[in-house]
Structures are given as C-alpha cells and as structure tokens.
Nanobody, 124 residues
Framework: EVQLVESGGDLVQPGGSLRLSCAAS????????MSWVRQAPGKGPEWVSD????????NYADSVKGRFTISRDNANNTLYLQMNSLKPEDTAVYYC?????????????????WGQGTQVTVSS
C-alpha cells in the first residue's frame, strides 16, 4: 500500500520557522519526483516546490523562493520542507505528492500519489 504521511504542521507566529516532513512507503521513493503543494482556505491548490529524484534539481514557486528549502533523504524515504520567514499568507494545508516525471500541477489527479496533508497556520 502506498502511503505519504505529512507531519510538522503547527501554529507559528509571522517570521517564524517550521519543518515539514513526508514519510513515503509502498513505492520506490528514489525514482520519483517529489513535490509540495498547498491549499489556503477558500483558495485553489498552489504548487510550492519539487525536487528531482536523481540529480536533485530543485524548483520553487516565486511566492516561497528564498524562504523555503526542499530536500529529500532517499535512504529513509523522506521528503522535507524547511519554511523560514513565514507569513500569514503561507497559511494552508501542505500536501506532499509523488510523480514519475516532473509535473507543474497542483491537483491530485496530476500526480501518481498524494498525501493527506498537514495544517500550517501563521498568525500572531
């Protein structure tokens, strides 16, 4: 059974930091491109970042560039998102997603696997 289990979401003040994790199982993690997608309340999903499985090519949305860092640990089948200088507009449910090739999509149908999400709330 394929599983993507996100964790690390929390309530944090503006300017604070959080580190999200996504534990993967049931598929060959090191052959998949891994992505983070978020959905803010009342808004559509937004692609945040992705990381290639082999060469570790990394891409970010302009809205998070310079503040978020994506990484992966292929030995432990885990994806991470380090989020610094958080803003209220970063408030969203954050999902991790897996695809056999890079997709710039932001909906579950465009990925092979999709997690259940973790809530990040940035508020004072």
């Amino acid at each position: 059974e394929v599983q993507l289990v996100e964790s690390g979401g929390d309530l944090v003040q503006p300017g604070g930091s959080l580190r999200l994790s996504c534990a993967a199982s049931g598929f060959t993690f090191n052959t998949f491109v891994m992505s983070w997608v978020r959905q803010a309340p009342g808004k559509g999903p937004e692609w945040v970042s992705d990381i290639h499985y082999r060469y570790e090519r990394i891409n970010y949305a302009d809205s998070v560039k310079g503040r978020f860092t994506i990484s992966r640990d292929n030995a432990n089948n885990t994806l991470y998102l380090q989020m610094n200088s958080l803003k209220p507009e970063d408030t969203a449910v954050y999902y991790c997603a897996a695809s056999s090739r890079r997709v710039l999509g932001d909906t579950p149908a465009e990925y092979d696997y999709w997690g259940q999400g973790t809530q990040v709330t940035v508020s004072s």
